[in-house]
C-alpha cells in the first residue's frame, strides 16, 4: 500500500513546458510564496468548532489546506521515526506498530461531487481493487484542544485483518474537496489486539487541525 502512495503526488498535477523557439525569451523575474486565498468573510474559527461530517466539507474555505498534529510521539510507547519528509510522518511503537501519516495538497484531480464521494475515489486510485463496499466511515478528532472532548471529523477506513505470515492493517483518508487537500493515515500491526490499541493511540493523538484565518 505503501508504494502506491507515490501515485497521489503525481495525481496533484505536473505538467510539461514545450516552448515556441519563436517566442520572445523572457527575462526571469523574482517569485514570492504564494499565500492561500481566504473567502471574504468566512468563519474559519466557526467552520473548525463544529464537527466535519462529509457533507459539511462545502463550508471550509477554497484551497485552505488540512494538517495533521505530530502529538503521536508523545502517546506512550512510540517514538517519531520520520517527521514531516516529503510531507509524510511516521511513527513506531514499541510492540512493532507503524503508523504513518501523509497531507497532500493541489488534489483538485481527486474532487469528485462531494468528500465521501471523492475519498472513495482516492482509494480506487491508490487500488483499483478496493470497492466501495470495503469502505467504512469512521472519525478522529477535529481540532480542539488535547485530553479534552472536541470535534470530530469523517474519514473512510479500510481494515484488512491480520493473518499468519501478514500484518493487521488500517488505512484512514480523506479528501477535502472545498480545501483542495487531502490526508491519509495508515497503521500496521503484528496482529489484529496490537491493531486494535493502536488505533486507539491514533485517534486519540493524531488531530486533524482545521484551516485557519
Excluded at 493523538?205 to 484551516?211: K, R, Y
Aim: aromatic residues 4%; negative net charge.
Amino acid at each position: 500500500m505503501a508504494g502506491v502512495l507515490t501515485g497521489v503526488s503525481a495525481l496533484a498535477g505536473c505538467s510539461v513546458d514545450v516552448p515556441d523557439p519563436a517566442a520572445p525569451k523572457i527575462l526571469p523575474t523574482a517569485t514570492a510564496l504564494a499565500t492561500p486565498t481566504i473567502t471574504p468573510g468566512h468563519d474559519a474559527a466557526a467552520v473548525a468548532a463544529k464537527d466535519m461530517p462529509f457533507a459539511a466539507g462545502d463550508t471550509m474555505a477554497e484551497g485552505v489546506p488540512v494538517g495533521i498534529s505530530d502529538g503521536l510521539k508523545e502517546a506512550p510507547g512510540w517514538t517519531s521515526v520520520k517527521q514531516n519528509v516529503a510531507g509524510e510522518s511516521q511513527y513506531l511503537k514499541a510492540d512493532g506498530c507503524l503508523a504513518a501519516a501523509k497531507v497532500r495538497i493541489n488534489q483538485g484531480p481527486l474532487v469528485l461531487a462531494e468528500d465521501r464521494e471523492s475519498t472513495v475515489g482516492l482509494f480506487t486510485y491508490l487500488d483499483p481493487s478496493i470497492l466501495p463496499g470495503y469502505l467504512k466511515t469512521a472519525s478522529m478528532r477535529w481540532g480542539g484542544e488535547p485530553d479534552k472532548p472536541g470535534p470530530s471529523v469523517e474519514v473512510l477506513l479500510l481494515e484488512k485483518t491480520g493473518q499468519p505470515g501478514t500484518k493487521a492493517t488500517a488505512i484512514m483518508a480523506r479528501v477535502f474537496g472545498a480545501a483542495a487537500s487531502s490526508v491519509y493515515i495508515s497503521v500496521s500491526c503484528p496482529d489484529d489486539a496490537t491493531l486494535a490499541a493502536a488505533r486507539a493511540d491514533v485517534a486519540a493523538h493524531l488531530v486533524l487541525v482545521p484551516p485557519a484565518n
